[in-house]
DNA sequence: CGGGTGTAGTTTCAATTGAAACTAGTGTAG
DNA sequence: CTACACTAGTTTCAATTGAAACTACACCCG
């Protein structure tokens, strides 16, 4: 493109627009699913998810895997020790910090999310083929970590 | 795929959350230099992207175009009405409701705006070609569209 | 060791959000 | 007309968020 060639500016075409609503609608339409049938906000289930995955962590653990700050992590914590979905035990090696763990009734409750969250996955994508799919995931990928390089300058 | 395959759960690759993660990230990162540069909040941003580009519109047009709440729409231009970079109109054809327009403050700033968001989509596309970009943009809308389509049910 | 600097996790506080209540004007049916 | 149901926009209130302060422990240096 030659660069005396000005893009107007357009909202409704703008990429970050785009990514704000689209992720905007995904997001509302799990959370209120999660929060219907398992009581369960967002952070909540990531925590979940990672756990089940990866068996257990700390919370800074939990935090570089869920992008999400500290403050989210130990409250989502909070609540899920609160119905013993998650328990902790200390961390032998640090003093200050502890591990988190799924309790049997938060696996048990993990195997009753999960198939739904891929069913939402599968709706979502329904129609598009697998290629898209993966390119789809490799331009968020790399949009997430653009984004991130800009802003540390 | 043979139904008989169950996909594992994995929080790293599941689609909404890696959506999610991706348009925070730009939307820190777009927030941030909107703030800081302009001290504009992204609802505001939004108001006079969409008014630059359409004209006059009430409240109501603001809210199907930005896609964003009524109540935070009356915040954001309660902002920039105090800044003088809009203003309203009397809507004469409804009483309950008002016009609301750039004012010529508000038309510069947005000559300053525009350029730079310009600037952050096309570093946030670069090495991503043209073809693809397309594609995925209408991958956002279509997941826009059936996330809002499931959640009508 | 003991003092100082750094880090993990929690708490506090202020800002942002959106649902629900509210206000004022519209529009229609009798 | 005028009463009633409805809609546009604003305000209120409670929930969510994250930055900054705080607490407790770790680790390094003399």
Not at 72 to 92: C, D, H, M, Y
Request: include cysteine.
């Amino acid at each position: 493109m030659p660069n005396s060639v000005k893009k107007k500016l357009r909202l409704q075409d703008y990429l970050p627009y785009r990514l704000s609503v689209a992720a905007n609608a995904v997001s509302n339409l799990i959370a209120r699913a999660y929060e219907d049938r398992f009581d369960l906000k967002i952070p909540q289930w990531r925590l979940i998810a990672v756990l089940a995955d990866e068996g257990p962590l700390t919370p800074q653990g939990l935090c570089e895997r869920t992008v999400m700050d500290k403050v989210t992590v130990t409250r989502a914590a909070q609540g899920l020790i609160e119905r013993s979905l998650i328990k902790r035990e200390p961390n032998s090696s640090d003093g200050r910090s502890h591990r988190l763990l799924l309790t049997a009734s938060g696996e048990r409750l993990h195997e009753q999310v999960a198939p739904l969250a891929l069913e939402y996955e599968t709706q979502l994508l329904a129609g598009i083929d697998q290629r898209e799919i993966k390119m789809l995931e490799r331009q968020l990928r790399r949009l997430e970590e653009v984004a991130g390089e800009l802003s540390r300058r």
